[in-house]
């Protein structure tokens, strides 16, 4: 990318409130398309009570291949075609929503800014994306020590622990940014009757989740081609991660809904651990299963019990080979 390129971006600066919104089009919008995008944000920016919390918020529009590797590698899964944040510019409170040119006049364009706006604050109060790429360097530390007892045959092992470890932190992040969507429309009605709705439908995922999980632990010591490629469609279910955004709203819905001293403001505060164990709390409370869980076992999904299945299985695999 060349100096001119930079030159020829389309920059509009707004206040809204006294907050600072900055719209740079990287992609060459035509004038009424833009103008249309523009009229979208501020409204979002002027009514959306998240996007208020933040003192500065910058949208750049470009396509999701344009800009260096590190971007494509960041970016959340799931938002990654309309919209997406990098927890790289978290880490310096760079507060930049990322929006696909190719789908603004997608119907859902709004709840997928107050989507991005929600991941962004919810980091703002405690840290949890850019912290994450902390983590998760320290995760690549302590496999990388055991790394050496890892096969060719069984590389790919390692790389499973990583995902688990991303796929319950996702419960946390996407719960809360996709029960921000509904926010954002005032679109949450706090009943009895939508509380067991919304848990007898979303129920259903970690359960196939598990199942999934299961096969796939199961089918790990084949190595065939059709094995192989049967593990992988297996884990790729799994980790796209699309269960985890309706079974953490569930957890958000059920926490404001059954513990009063709770905001969704005090939720963003809070650890991912602290998270999960108020949540078994309130389920307790109310006598039902719940969904995931960290260490208790009561969850449906949890954590401890599937890192120790996984951990069974590596061992009973590559140490076993790496012995011979
Ligand atoms: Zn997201």
């Not at 995931?292 to 299985?313: A, F, H, K, P, T």
Request: aromatic residues 12%; proline residues 2%; glycine residues 4%.
């Amino acid at each position: 990318m060349g100096l001119f390129d930079f030159v020829r971006y389309k920059k509009e600066r707004c206040n809204v409130d006294g907050r600072e919104i900055i719209i740079i089009d990287k992609s060459k919008l035509n004038k009424e398309k833009f103008k249309k995008l523009h009229k979208i944000i501020l409204e979002i920016c002027s009514n959306y009570k998240i996007a208020k919390y933040l003192p500065k918020i910058e949208f750049h529009i470009k396509h999701p291949k344009h800009g260096n590797k590190i971007e494509e590698v960041n970016v959340e899964d799931k938002d990654y075609i309309v919209g997406w944040v990098d927890p790289r510019d978290l880490i310096d409170e760079r507060f930049i929503v990322y929006l696909n040119p190719e789908y603004l006049e997608s119907k859902k364009i709004k709840t997928n800014i107050a989507h991005e706006i929600a991941h962004i604050w919810h980091d703002y109060s405690s840290k949890i994306m850019s912290n994450k790429i902390e983590e998760s360097d320290k995760l690549h530390d302590a496999i990388f020590k055991i790394n050496k007892r890892f096969n060719e045959k069984t590389r790919s092992l390692r790389d499973h622990r990583e995902f688990l470890f991303f796929y319950f932190r996702s419960i946390h992040t996407e719960g809360l940014a996709k029960f921000c969507e509904a926010y954002a429309i005032g679109d949450v009605l706090m009943s009895e009757k939508n509380f067991n709705e919304i848990y007898k439908t979303t129920k259903q995922l970690p359960e196939m989740i598990f199942d999934l999980w299961n096969s796939y632990l199961r089918k790990l010591g084949d190595n065939n081609e059709k094995e192989r490629k049967d593990r992988e469609s297996l884990l790729s279910v799994i980790g796209e991660k699309i269960s985890t955004y309706d079974i953490g709203q569930h957890i958000i819905y059920s926490l404001l809904y059954l513990d009063h001293n709770l905001t969704i403001e005090k939720i963003a505060k809070l650890s991912f651990f602290k998270f999960i164990k108020k949540y078994e709390e309130s389920m307790k409370s109310k006598n039902l299963k719940p969904l995931v869980s960290i260490s208790s076992g009561e969850g449906i999904l949890d954590y401890n019990r599937m890192l120790n299945q996984w951990w069974m299985v590596c061992k009973k695999l590559k140490f076993d080979k790496a012995d011979d």
